[in-house]
């Protein structure tokens, strides 16, 4: 499977922002899609997660309330709604696929920058 991530850009604290995640192959139903982010000089971090079926997301404590992950298996997307943004949500952000079975992410696509000011 293929990713491709956009909608990043420039929004001010406290505003919203929302990512997508395009992928291409089929079966997409049957892949997790994971939301990763890397702030300049840090390690990449884990944001949140959403299952095959979209029934089950997980948040990193730091978005928990703020973001939203949420797909759309017609269209082979997931949608990361990021609400209430800080400064310190500044990175790039990454989507990755791995099947349900699989417990790491070897399908990554490339980032998408999300810049907070203040």
């Known amino acids: 499977v293929q990713l491709q991530a956009s909608g990043g850009g420039l929004v001010q604290a406290g505003g919203s922002l929302r990512l997508s995640c395009a992928a291409s192959g089929r079966s997409f139903s049957t892949y997790a899609v994971g939301w990763f982010r890397q702030a300049p000089g840090k390690e990449r971090e884990f944001v949140g997660s959403i299952s095959g079926s979209g029934g089950t997301t997980y948040y990193a404590d730091s978005v928990k309330g703020r973001f939203t992950i949420s797909r759309d298996n017609a269209k082979n997307t997931v949608f990361l709604q990021m609400n209430s943004l800080k400064p310190e949500d500044t990175a790039v952000y990454f989507c990755?696929?791995?099947?349900?079975?699989?417990?790491?992410?070897?399908?990554w696509g490339q980032g998408t920058l999300v810049t907070v000011s203040s």
């Open positions: 990755a696929a791995r099947t349900t079975t699989a417990t790491r992410y070897p399908y």
